[in-house]
């Protein structure tokens, strides 16, 4: 995985992998979108055209190569982004699940009393 966080405007992480064919990468597609939505992580955009050799899917803030080899090859993602740091999964993984600091919360300001309308004198 690659972190392009200062390379990119659209996306923080990319994922380049290889599948061996393209039912392969049909069957990757499947698993890949069960996880995703597993961790109810949006899918904003999927290409997988039948035939192409690449799969791409973009859940904003990773965005998912995947490739036959030979289009793997032929495109070389990875020398476009020779400046991004390699990111293990896992690690990765550990700094999602992390838990967040909390804010404290702020106080609200006092309310303005309320007016009270005047009481109708009977007559």
Same mark, same amino acid.
């Not at 499947?30 to 859940?59: C, F, H, P, Q």
């Not at 303005?112 to 007559?123: D, G, H, L, M, Q």
């Given at each position: 995985?690659?972190?392009?966080?200062?390379?990119?405007?659209?996306?923080?992480?990319?994922?380049? =992998?290889?599948?061996?064919?393209?039912? @392969?990468?049909?069957?990757?597609? &499947?698993?890949?979108?069960?996880? $995703? !939505?597993?961790?109810? &992580? /949006?899918?904003? %955009?999927?290409?997988?055209?039948? %035939?192409?050799?690449?799969?791409?899917?973009?859940?904003? !803030?990773?965005? $998912? @190569?995947?490739?036959?080899?030979?289009?793997?090859?032929?495109?070389?993602?990875?020398?476009?982004?020779?400046? =991004?740091?390699?990111?293990?999964? /896992?690690?990765? =993984?550990?700094?999602?699940?992390?838990?967040?600091? #909390?804010?404290?919360? &702020? =106080?609200?300001?006092?309310?303005?009393?309320?007016? #009270?309308?005047?009481?109708?004198?009977?007559?």
């Amino acid at each position: 995985m690659l972190s392009v966080k200062d390379q990119s405007s659209i996306t923080d992480y990319l994922v380049i =992998a290889t599948g061996t064919s393209d039912p @392969h990468l049909r069957a990757l597609r &499947v698993e890949l979108e069960k996880v $995703i !939505d597993a961790e109810r &992580v /949006n899918i904003v %955009g999927m290409d997988t055209s039948e %035939g192409s050799g690449w799969l791409v899917i973009d859940a904003f !803030d990773i965005m $998912i @190569h995947v490739f036959t080899p030979e289009t793997r090859e032929k495109y070389a993602l990875e020398n476009l982004w020779k400046d =991004a740091e390699d990111v293990a999964v /896992n690690e990765l =993984a550990k700094a999602a699940a992390a838990p967040k600091p #909390r804010k404290k919360p &702020v =106080a609200a300001a006092p309310a303005a009393p309320k007016k #009270r309308k005047p009481k109708k004198s009977a007559e």
